[in-house]
């Protein structure tokens, strides 16, 4: 694939480590190839004097073990955990940063760490301030004495900015403030942030890891071991562990990753190569072309982009609308990272709450289209675009 020319190599092995860590079928009596669901919230005590594995699924659970174990290996990270949510991973990494403190984060960020760290941050007596941490005079100038964690989401969420990671790993290591990235678009597949200097990695698992869009659970990887300790308290005594059968199904997820994610650029190269000919599309946003301004950047940082793109249309939000009612293969969803394609307006939907400045800083105005292209053929996702796309041509007003 020539888009794919200069990226960084893929990582040696990922697939073999998702199909086989941890997985020995001779370390259990059956010698089952696929690991057992183990759905027990508890389990017997032989002699209380020696050491346990396991006591009770809150503390511990074999099928998370393994998914630990698994996404701890492809992050290369020393220290992984599971969470119940991508969300419930970010609400530990706050706690871990203590009672107060200042948190300096992308200002294109996903709604839900908007949320957590505009309206849940408080609680815990932090307070965040968003900005363009590209921009290194932005970045500095936010940094206070009380900072403790730089916050990225590599790419951003909606008009998919790739933040130079080394360089801003730099700033917060002469600060002694830890960088976080948020993992969940690019996945240790395509992206490993540790590698570059980074402290955590959160992943929301509920989008591309698990895949099939029935899952919410969410990670975190770091090699820091006071953190992994204060993390796992979190995990373990707060309650924010997942499920067992979640777990499991998680794994089987992870197993196909490499597939899934060669696809989704694929496709996703060739429906933006698609729009950006279309007479009715202003503007298409994705990382993996030429024409996007980080695309070299990204080409050192990773080993490729996902399905996830943006386009601005020629039109008013009533005809972008109108484009999304008419699509028969796309489904109109918040969700991505899916085998489904999704779509959505961020303008009247996952940002609907945001301030319209806001909004209109970050170039997230009425015309902008998010989507996440999934598994379909790439032929019937082209014709479902094309023939919505006829609305416009109906339209005086946009040619
Ligand atoms: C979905 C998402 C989250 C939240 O994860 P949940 O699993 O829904 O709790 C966080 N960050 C990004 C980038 C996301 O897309």
New binding site residues.
Partial sequence: MGEKEGYLPFPRSFETICIHNSQDPNQWISKAVVPHIVPTTVFKIGDPRLPLKYTYSRFGNPNRTILERTLTAINKAKYGLCFA????A?TAILSALKHGGHIVSCEDV?P??YEVFNNVAPNYGICATFTDVNHMENLCSAIRDNTKLIWV?NPT?TTLKVADLCTIANVARNAKILLGV?N??LTPYLQRPLDFGANIIMQ????YINGHSDV???CICTNDRELSDQLQLMQVASGLNPSPIDCYQVLRGLKTLNLRMDQYLKNSVTLANYLRQHPAVEKVIHPGLKTHPQHDLLKTQASGHSGILSFYLRGDLAQCEKFLKHLKVFTVAEM?GGVESTIQIPFTMSHKHWKRDTKKRLMISENLIRLSVGLENICDLICDIESALEVFKQEPNCQ
């Fill in positions: 949510s991508g969300i419930s970010l996903s839900e760490t989401e969420y948020d969940t678009f929301s698992m509920t989008k919410i659970m969410g991505c």
